[in-house]
């Protein structure tokens, strides 16, 4: 008999980086595939702003809002018993200044269920986190690439190369000292995501980082194989773009031939 699964929360996520247990994490926007992920003991939900692309079908993630976020994190929030959920502050809810970080976090906690925020940035962004820190609210850092600086950034570029290596540990370490609880490293060359893991007392999490981070994030469309396309840090465990399409072929197929409903799927005068 498995032993049922303990709640998830910051502290949890300390204890395992101490342990040197890894722990895995992974973006939901919605209570069906929460409730599965936070069954299989996944440590850590993240309602991501990558809705703007995986669910929203923009072209990155600046178009979504807060009011989306809200929704999206409700349905994860009501669905996840053990996972830490942790939503994402979307593009400009945090930029203008620390009182509007704070307005717009205390928002998303209140109305998403949600138990901390996620923000993107490094030391221009140190200001907010301390006011949201302050304010009660656990905070998230991003560091590497950050889509919501894809275009300052260039495009899709990895982060931490050559003089920018020195640069990112130091933004790493001003940003606990800030107060985040956790620090998202994306796209950041695998020793340097090593060195900045070990430099830390607080848990880093991967995502084209290397396996040397204490946790791993995937966006869960891509891990499950309904992306189309992929990239070079997503290993798919599952293809479920060919089964719903060889699916949804099937349906149709047996609608047009009137095999579907059958009388096992029909009632009975």
Same mark, same amino acid.
């Given at each position: ?40 003991? /996944?440590?850590? +939900?993240l309602v991501?702003?990558? $809705? @703007?692309?995986? #669910?929203? *079908? &923009? ?5 979504? %809002? ?38 717009n976090a ?8 949600a138990e ?9 962004? /140190?200001?907010? +986190?301390?006011?949201?820190?302050? $304010? @009660?609210?656990? #905070?998230? *850092? &991003? ?5 919501? %600086? ?74 499950? *194989? ?44």
């Amino acid at each position: 008999m498995t032993s049922p699964l303990k709640k998830v929360r910051t502290s949890t996520l300390l204890s395992l980086k101490q342990s040197r247990t890894a722990f895995a994490c992974i973006t939901s926007y919605d209570a069906l595939t929460a409730e599965i992920f936070d069954q299989a003991g /996944i440590e850590v +939900i993240l309602v991501g702003d990558s $809705a @703007g692309n995986v #669910v929203l *079908g &923009h072209e990155n993630t600046l178009e979504v %809002s807060v009011e989306e976020m809200i929704s999206f994190g409700k349905a994860v929030a009501q669905a996840a018993k053990h996972s830490l959920v942790v939503i994402d502050m979307p593009f400009g809810s945090y930029e203008v200044s620390p009182e509007q970080a704070v307005e717009n976090a205390i928002k998303l906690m209140k109305h998403s269920g949600a138990e901390a925020v996620k923000l993107e940035g490094g030391k221009d962004r /140190i200001p907010q +986190i301390k006011a949201i820190v302050a $304010a @009660g609210i656990p #905070v998230m *850092g &991003h560091l590497g690439f950050t889509p919501q %600086s894809v275009h300052a950034l260039g495009g899709f570029k990895v982060q931490g190369r050559g003089d920018q290596a020195s640069e990112l540990l130091v933004e790493a370490t001003s940003l606990e000292q800030a107060g985040v609880f956790a620090l998202v490293l994306e796209m950041v060359p695998a020793q340097l995501a090593k060195t900045i893991t070990e430099s830390l007392s607080i848990p880093t999490i991967g995502i084209g980082a290397g396996n040397q981070t204490d946790g791993q994030i995937l966006v869960w469309q891509d891990f499950a *194989g309904l992306s189309n396309g992929s990239r070079k840090f997503v290993k798919q465990y599952a293809n479920l773009r060919d089964e719903l399409a060889a699916a949804a072929h099937s349906y149709r197929s047996e609608v047009q031939s009137r095999a579907f409903p059958d009388k096992e799927h029909s009632f009975e005068d």
